[in-house]
């Protein structure tokens, strides 16, 4: 064993998932540890587990080396090949058997990760087990892998066709109007799965779509743009395509196709808050529909005000999340939530196992889309009518003086909340705009991250640039 690999394995495990440099951080020999210990932490020995991977150089080697080290501990792994993070969701409750993805999602061609699940699709963190993977990997690193009496096999299987019906069989297109889509996979996963689910080929029929593609050849060197539609220059190419097309909407998915973006005929970015909102009145209407009394929907606290309004408005409970997805997918178990939206494009389905599903997100929109004959534009602003900072990163010299700087020069006309750092609401009257801001710590970075919603534009970036002064006065 090389000396520096228990520093490399326990750099690479971060808060929600294992990423890291490949070659650096991730070799072979640690993702083969990591994968008897997997085994070993959701007790998989003598049962089934799953393994995905994205279209990165490193992640057809690194599932097989994590296949070895399961079925060295017993485990049978069901190796789906190449797939989206929501496949391995949609294996790991379909069968109900712990999953491992590799991917890095959005992270440059140099990088590469995992993402686990226990049975059911049940996400995990440093306290729900990641931690314990890692601890048992360490030691596996110090020797050898045991044995157990009975190795497991490895097969292969595909989910593509299955992972496609399933998801038409939850949103059906077919009763829409005919919609012309330019979709940007970003030359990541998407490029497999769109095909699938909103064309035929997976087998499936034909829907009133068609799909204008854009950069749908999968290569995890990412050639043409990163694989991030959170950021605004990585739209830039569908934004300018979807208008010279003509397009009714245009779609943008991360490299593991987990979060899916949105844009409008006049190429406007829909904000994610406006697309949770969209679906929330989806999912509210579709299970009351069904007899249901009483809806819960999850929202992350840093979402826009017209997501929870739009849910009360809807007559359901709207329940405010820390940020993360480990938190919304336990809360989305524990209440029962029918969908739980995030800013960062990350949507939860109580009929996908409370994962997230980019894809169904995008299907719920092209189903609303296409059951009106309002344009995507008219949608964006119904659900846009709020100003939001968008998420501000700084970096500070000292994280919890900071803090207390704008905590107390806000004290006297704002309440406090410290769900997830620190959110300060203002106090304001009935004719004057309200105002909100959160400021979120890093895990990991000494950096602090603000997100400011108002009433209108001029009130935002006042208090935006009131708070940014506090934050960055000693930096």
Known sequence: MTSDLPARLTAAVKAYDVRGVVGVDLTEEIVRALGAAFVDEVGATGGTCVVGHDMRESSPGFARAFAEGAARRGANVSVIGLCSTDETYFASGAWNAPAAMFTASHNPAEYNGIKFSRAGAQG?????????????????????????????????????????????????????????????????????????????????????????????????????????????????????????????????????????????????????????????????????????????????????????????????????????????????????????GEHSAHYYFREFWGADNGMLAAMNVLAELGAHP??????RERFSPYALSGEINSTVADVSTALARVRQAFSSRAVEDSLDGLTMIGEV?????????????????????????????DTMSLIRDEVLTLIRKDS
Not at 134 to 149: E, F, K, P, W
Not at 374 to 379: D, F
């Open 124 to 340: 995990m963190s440093l306290e729900t087990g990641l931690a314990a993977i890692r601890d048992r990997a360490l030691a596996y690193l110090s020797g050898d892998i045991d044995a157990v009496g009975h190795e497991g096999e490895i097969s292969e299987r595909d989910v593509l066709h299955d992972y496609a019906a399933y998801l038409r069989a939850l949103v059906d297109l077919t009763p829409i109007r005919p919609l012309r889509i330019v979709v940007d996979a970003g030359n990541g996963m998407g490029g497999l799965t769109v095909p699938a689910v909103l064309g035929t080929a997976a087998g499936l029929a034909e829907l009133p779509i068609e799909i204008l593609p854009l950069y749908f050849e999968l290569d995890g060197t990412f050639p043409n743009h990163e694989a991030n539609p959170l950021e605004p220059a990585n739209l830039i190419d569908l934004q300018r395509e979807v208008v010279a097309q003509g397009a009714d909407v245009g779609l943008a998915f991360d490299g593991d196709a987990d979060r899916c973006f949105v844009v409008d005929e006049q190429g406007q970015a829909v904000s994610p808050s406006a697309i949770a909102a969209i679906v929330a009145l989806r999912e509210i209407a579709r299970v009351k529909a069904l007899g249901a009394a009483e809806v819960v929907v999850l929202h992350n606290l840093i979402t826009s005000n017209i997501v929870a309004e739009t849910i009360v408005s809807a007559g359901a409970t709207p329940i405010r999340t820390r940020v993360g997805h480990s938190f919304i997918k336990d809360e989305m178990a524990r209440t029962g939530a029918v969908f739980g």
């Open 374 to 379: 309002e344009p995507m534009s008219g949608l």
């Open 429 to 457: 009257a009935s004719d004057e705009p309200f105002w909100w801001f959160s400021v979120r710590p890093s895990n990991t970075e000494p950096l602090l991250r603000l997100n400011v919603e108002a009433a209108d534009n």
